[in-house]
């Protein structure tokens, strides 16, 4: 093996591991801890929109012209 083919093999190799440690380390970085204890839990938010019972059409409610 010729020392040129010998530094590309290493070179590429290098390349290939670095690119994988970089799409490795942030995903291990990311991952949940566990539950905080320092923080109170927090209620679960209300809809933004809270849901109304459905009205039958006609009767008082009914305008016409």
Known sequence: MDLTQLVITVGAVLGILV???LAIIPSLLDLPEGPDHDE??????TPIRPHRPHRPHGGSTHLAA
């Open 19 to 21: 690119v994988g440690m």
């Open 40 to 45: 109170p839990d927090l209620p679960a938010p």
